[in-house]
Every structure is written in structure tokens, then in C-alpha cells.
């Protein structure tokens, strides 16, 4: 399939898979932030606060310029360098995973702070950042995110591409199926999911902090180790790992199906 196809299956994907699963997300992040003397109940009412607000401005762009940018360095890679296909894989998901974890850092801002509470919805979550703190505010804690997120990424596609190459080499097929690519997907999630814990308690506290600028990742870390113990970086660990694997399923299953709607109607050139 050709880079815009990639681009807009991913985006389509992201968007319906970020839709999907925003409640367990934001029951993570629940567990994340309320501590003990405000414990991580269960709060009907936030888990679907946001959800419109952050899906239009993160999850849908955020996909779409990753597999843009993802599909144009590999094809440079493998065409114009002479890197083998599996070699190709690591290094242009990991130039992707950059410029759509930047793209995505707003929305998830928003999304921390209306699925806490702190916002009544996305766009008071957006009048209020702006007002109060300009466009800086919407980019509190990048750090964090950038840690978190291009890892995860570039290994979760890393890891899902070579399975997926592996399976197509031993069934003796070029390509899987959506379902096929769905269990893979799940699969892929899972480990990445564990490790990168810890920075994601780390993001969701500094983002959802009471002071602007928020404490550094250092500081923060120190303070939560100190008066929490270690186990609480490992907060919303269960629901995130149910999380990134239903998220690796549905997304990747989407994708497939996405792709395979626009080769029909558009041709595989696109």
C-alpha cells in the first residue's frame, strides 16, 4: 500500500481504537493519580470525559503522521540505502515514533486532566491550559512523554513487524490477515507495557500536578518512591497492560481493514 493508504488506515485505527478503550485508559489513570487518601475507585462519570476532544486532536493524527513518516523512511531505507526489509524496521519506527509523540503530547494533557477532574471537558481543558499557562501548558511533562512513548512505540512496531514477518515466512504467505494481525498486535503490546509503566505514572502525575511548572521527573520520582513507596510506579499496572494489549489487537485488526477498505475503493497505489 502506498504512504497516504498508511497514513490514513493508521489514523482511522487510531481514532476508533482510542475510542474504544478510552474508559480502561482513564481507570488507569484513576489508579495513577488518586493515591491512598483519595483512593482509586471507580469514577463512572469521568471515564468517558474527553474522549471526542482528545480522539479528533491526538489519537487520529498522532497514527497518521507516525505511519506517514514510518512508511516514507523505510521505503528510503530499503530502496536507496539497501537495508533489508528487517533491517529497515527498527530505525524508521523509531524516526516516526518522535514527531507523533510530539503531535500527541496536547491531547494527552487534556486527557489527564479531564479524566481526573480536574476539567469539566475537553474544551474547558483547553480555554483553561491556554488561559492560564499559553501554549507551554499544553506541553507540560514532554519530557516524560517522549520517554515513555518512543520506546513503547518504536519497540511495540519493532516487535510486531518481525513477528508478522516471521509468521508470513513460516505460513509461506506475503501478507495476514486482520485477524491474524490482531493476535500479533496483542502480543506486541504487552512487554512494552510493563517496562514503560513506571515513566506513565511519572507523565500522568506531572501533567495532572497542582503547580505549574509541575516538579522534574527526578524530583517527582523521589517524591513518589519516598512517600509511596517503589509499588507505586507500578500504579494502573494490571488495567494498562489489559490496555495495551486490547489496544495492539484493535488497533492492528483496524489497520488491516482500514487498508484493505481504501485499496478497494482508491486502488493500492495511493
Given amino acids: 500500500a502506498g504512504f497516504a493508504t ?14 474504544l478503550l478510552y474508559p480502561l485508559d482513564a481507570y488507569k489513570t484513576h489508579q495513577q493519580y488518586f493515591t491512598s487518601e483519595s483512593p482509586a475507585r471507580l469514577r463512572w ?30 521505503h528510503t531505507l530499503v ?33 489527564k486532566r479531564t479524566q481526573t477532574g480536574i476539567e469539566a471537558n475537553g474544551l474547558a481543558a483547553i480555554r483553561s491550559i491556554a488561559t492560564s ?14 520517554i515513555r512513548d518512543v520506546p513503547f512505540t518504536s519497540i511495540k512496531i519493532f516487535t510486531f513487524q518481525q513477528m508478522a514477518m516471521a509468521y508470513t515466512r513460516a505460513v509461506e504467505r506475503k501478507n495476514i490477515s486482520p485477524s491474524e ?28 500536578h497542582a503547580t505549574h511548572p509541575p516538579p522534574g521527573i527526578l524530583a517527582l520520582t523521589a517524591t513518589i518512591v519516598r512517600s509511596e513507596g517503589m509499588p ?9 497492560v489489559v490496555l495495551k494489549a486490547m489496544t495492539g489487537t484493535f488497533f492492528w485488526g483496524a489497520h488491516r481493514r482500514f487498508k484493505h477498505w481504501i485499496d ?3 486502488g493500492p497505489a495511493v
Avoid at 497514513?7 to 475510542?19: D, I, K
Avoid at 494481525?181 to 501533567?207: C, F, H, Q, Y
Avoid at 507505586?232 to 494498562?240: M, N, T, V
Fill in 232 to 240: 507505586a510506579l507500578f500504579a494502573g499496572l494490571a488495567p494498562r
Fill in 264 to 266: 478497494a475503493r482508491c
Fill in 181 to 208: 494481525a490482531a493476535v500479533i498486535g496483542g502480543l506486541s503490546g504487552v512487554t512494552t507495557a510493563v517496562v514503560t509503566n513506571p515513566i506513565d505514572v511519572i507523565n500522568t502525575r506531572m501533567k495532572s
Fill in 79 to 111: 530502496h536507496s540505502l539497501d537495508f533489508s526489509p528487517s533491517l529497515a524496521t527498527l530505525p524508521a519506527a523509531i524516526t516516526a515514533a518522535f514527531p507523533a509523540a510530539v503531535v500527541y503530547i496536547p491531547a494527552d494533557t487534556i486527557k
Fill in 45 to 74: 462519570k469521568l471515564l468517558y470525559r474527553g474522549v471526542l476532544t482528545v480522539t479528533s486532536i491526538g489519537a487520529g493524527p498522532c497514527y497518521g503522521v507516525f505511519f506517514a513518516v514510518n512508511e516514507t523512511v523505510k
Fill in 133 to 146: 499557562q499559553g501554549l507551554a501548558g499544553f506541553f507540560v511533562g514532554w519530557r516524560a512523554s517522549l
Fill in 6 to 19: 498508511e497514513a490514513a488506515a493508521g489514523a482511522l485505527a487510531g481514532f476508533a481504537t482510542e475510542a
